[in-house]
Each structure stands twice: as C-alpha cells, then as structure tokens.
C-alpha cells in the first residue's frame, strides 16, 4: 500500500514540474471531461485524499476549501505540501490489522454506509490514477507530452 501512495505522491510532484513551464491560463482553463482546469484538477486529488485519511485517522474533515483560495500552481502545491506531511505518518503506519477496520458514515438520506479501511485506502490510490490519466490527456491536447506513468524506474523498490 505505501509503495503506491509514494508512486503517487511521486507523480503528482512530477505533474507539479510539468505544471511550471505551462502558462497559469492553460492551468486554469476550462477542459471537456475530469472535473475542470489541470490546476483543479491536482487540487481535487490532494483534498480528496486529504479528506478520506482524516476520516481513517478519525479526525473531523473539514469542508472542501475553496478553490479560489488556491487557484495557483504555488498556492495548490503549498496545499499538498500541508495536507501530505499531516497524512504521511498515518499511510507510513499502516499494517493489515487495519484492513477490516470500519468506517460509517451517514448519507444525505440518512442511511448509515460503511466501508473497509482497505476499502478506502485503494479508492485513494485508484482515484489519484484515473485523474492523472485525465492531465495525462490535457498534455497532449496542448501538444506536449505527459509525465510517466511507469511505476518502475522511480526508486520505490530500491533497498
């Protein structure tokens, strides 16, 4: 599990450095698909990850910032910076007793849902993916080519 949390943490710093040699307009701009600009779209990832692991450490969730507040490159990596160095010592610390923790939460309607930690855990990563493959498109619509997405040949196995 920490392998692929650091894989991600990995690319999204990657994403970031591709981020610095594309104008704060092509950042912002509105794209078809995902859930909007390539900035939002990095701020989206930190939060949801952010908000999934606080619930997992049991530690109230705090709304959704807004996104205004953050609508620059320094401004969203300074958010992840913030948000990674509160939730790394809890991925770091992760065994397989806490597997089959559960989670509940209650819905809009009232009804109780749970989930497994493991659950949560692995929607996190997957979740980091699938945007990724979103920017990873954005970048070849504006003509440049994405970061990797190989897991191998980042160090993570290195002993």
């Known amino acids: 599990m920490l392998k692929l949390f650091q894989y991600n943490w990995q690319v999204r710093d990657d994403w970031f450095k591709w981020c610095e040699s594309v104008s704060e307009e092509e950042l912002l701009k509105e794209r078809a698909g995902g859930v909007g600009s390539i900035l939002y779209t990095l701020f989206h990832i930190i939060d949801v990850e952010y908000s999934w692991i606080l619930e997992l450490k049991g530690e109230p969730c705090p709304e959704e910032p807004p996104f205004e507040s953050y609508a620059s490159l320094a401004k969203v ?10 939730i790394e010592p809890f991925v770091i610390s992760w065994t397989s007793e806490m597997e089959h923790q559960i989670l509940s939460e209650t819905d809009s309607s009232g009804k109780t849902i749970c989930f497994k930690y493991g659950e949560i855990m692995r929607h996190v990563i997957a979740h980091e993916i699938h945007h990724i493959g979103q920017l990873s498109v954005w970048s070849r619509e504006l003509g440049r080519s994405p970061v990797t997405a190989n897991l191998i040949r980042r160090g993570l196995f290195d002993e």
């Open 77 to 86: 990596k300074e958010f992840s910076r913030m948000c990674h160095q509160e």
